[in-house]
């Protein structure tokens, strides 16, 4: 059964530092996604990796992918306040035909002045 | 081009009572399928429907239960609610191709079982 681990599940940082949230899964996959997911709301998809080695930014967020590693990373860079937000990788579990999603945890990020 | 809706937002219910969430996929999706996300976890995969059958399905008992119409829309049921059913409940619609299948996810029917 493929599990989906995030840590940590819970960052306070400051405006202005660096950081990064990691993802590992337990079972061969070439998909993994990332997730924003403000409270109440539903998910907002912010990045896609299909390959070993893919690498995507948008702003202050880049996320790469090792599937050797079975390993992915989210890192903020000069964190805003904007970027409190729940955020979830997600992994496409490709066992019993369906793509199915197994999700982590999250990960509970908030930024203070 | 329209994307995922889902109705109703909000729902409250009393245990042992019947429920009907609905979804509309977005435009040329042929996939849909429903995640629960309990308060403070990530979602978890309920169940898959491609060309109006089940495609695959998570550890959720078998009353609930769904459907896919031929216009690619979904509903799910739930039967005898518990309160452990009280959650967000997630459909994302997708188009099934041998590359990868990204999930839309839509806004979510909170369910709140008393």
């Known amino acids: 059964e493929l599990k989906v681990e995030q840590n940590p599940l819970f960052l306070s940082m400051q405006e202005g530092k660096n950081y990064t949230i990691y993802c590992n899964y337990s079972t061969t996959s070439d998909r993994l996604y990332w997730y924003r997911q403000d409270p109440g709301k539903s998910l907002e998809s912010l990045f896609v990796?299909?390959?070993?080695?893919a690498v995507k930014q948008e702003g202050r967020l880049m996320a790469s992918l090792d599937t050797k590693a079975r390993l992915s990373t989210l890192h903020i860079t000069a964190a805003v306040h904007d970027l409190s937000a729940t955020y979830f990788c997600?992994?496409?579990?490709?066992?019993?035909?369906?793509?199915?999603?197994?999700f982590g945890k999250g990960t509970k990020l908030t930024v203070n002045p | 081009e329209t994307g995922v809706t889902q109705s109703p937002t909000h729902l409250i219910k009393t245990r042992g009572q019947q429920v009907t969430l609905r979804c509309s996929s977005q435009?040329?999706?042929?996939?849909v399928s429903w995640y629960q996300q309990a308060l403070g976890q990530g979602p978890q995969f309920i169940f898959q429907?491609?060309?109006?059958?089940?495609?695959g399905r998570g550890n959720f008992p078998p009353r609930f239960s769904g459907l896919q119409f031929p216009n690619y829309s979904s509903e799910l049921n739930v039967n005898a609610l518990e309160l452990d059913d009280s959650a967000l409940y997630l459909c994302?619609?997708?188009?099934?191709?041998?590359?990868?299948?990204?999930?839309?996810f839509g806004p979510g029917t909170r369910l709140t079982v008393l």
């Open positions: 435009s040329g999706h042929n996939t």
């Open positions: 997600a992994v496409d579990d490709p066992q019993g035909g369906s793509e199915k999603l197994v």
């Open positions: 990796l299909l390959s070993n080695g």
């Open positions: 429907y491609y060309r109006e059958e089940e495609n």
């Open positions: 994302a619609s997708s188009y099934r191709d041998r590359v990868y299948n990204e999930q839309f």
